[in-house]
């Protein structure tokens, strides 16, 4: 088999499904990259190497190549790419093709009656309805945005982003989070409004409060930044705040590994949210936004981790106290969490998941997984 999976630019949160879908399929697996990596992402940490890996090819640089690439594979998994003229060819050619898609509205279902963009998700997407072209929702609320608007009906799969697995002895996953001292708690990201790390400065101070031992992990940067920092400071809670600033991806998951909870506080624009999958991996307790899309998917609530509804901070905070108060009778949370990723949410699950599926697609037939990648996908209304 051939396989091309055509995006944006290659990073890694897309790394370990790429390299588990070429450990299977060698020269027969290509990403096309159609783009290269804006700057802030690059000083973000997110860059690679890509002239190392040997299934990268680019767009921009050989367009003739990639397009013989596209029309000539067997099936082709199209991303977000910014080319929409390279996806229609192989659309109507009738050849086995699935997309990845994030959430089509996440400002607000509302938009769907606009007659333009209706107009513009007709071309994309909807005209293609009666074809066995799938999509995979990168996000737990995808699939009501394309319920909405009429597109692959009986064809919404889940999917996700999946992270660098990291696999633990019974030994080390027990040493990793320290039974004494203060509870480690872990928030990362970009500082942005739709992050809100702000959450973090009256958190600390609730806790103090109530006389917790903890210690706030800040990983990221962003221009909210400074003024966390300066509220920490005017709060007296510089002593209890580490500010990591930008930091690559596996030293966040070095740092993740000491703590025992995980705040994610992003809001509904956060399509899925990569750091929980980073979290769970790590054996933290998550507390998250029910609204973001990985959490759906991916948490059980009071299962492997603990959601938050409509960015309800009173809510977040109840559920973080409870934790401290009853921290041995809670902590199993976190060995949940780490479970769910080794064992079926990760890269190597995901790519003999997505093998199988094309491989009856090819033959004409949709047979989804049981549960988690390529299982369908529920309508999930948002909020």
Known sequence: MTFTFVSNYINHHQLPLCDALYQRLGKGFAFIQTMPMEAERVEMGWSVAIEEIPYVMC??????????????????LFGWTGREDIVTPRLQSGKTTLRVSERLYREGQWKAVSPRGLVAKYWEHIRYRNQKICMLCAGAYAASDFHLIGAYPNKLFQWGYFTRLRTYSEETFASMKPEEGPLQIVWAGRFIPLKNP?????LGKTLRAKGHAFHVHMLGGGELEPAVKEETEREGLSDSFTFY?????EQVRDVM?????????SNHLEGWGAVVNE???????????ARVGAAPYLIRHGENGLLYQNGSYDEMEKLVLDLFENWKARRYMGRA????????????YAAAALLRFTDRLRQGRIVPEEEGPLSRAPIIKPR
């Open 245 to 249: 600033g930008y930091t690559n991806p």
């Open 198 to 202: 702000e959450y973090m400065v009256p």
């Open 337 to 348: 969490a780490y479970e769910t990723i080794r064992d079926m949410w990760n890269a190597d």
């Open 59 to 76: 767009l921009y640089e050989d367009e003739y190549e990639c397009l013989k690439r596209i029309m000539e594979s067997d099936v082709v």
């Open 279 to 289: 979290g769970m991996n790590s054996g933290c307790v998550e507390v998250v936004d």
């Open 257 to 265: 590994e000491k703590c025992h909870i995980h705040l994610f506080t």
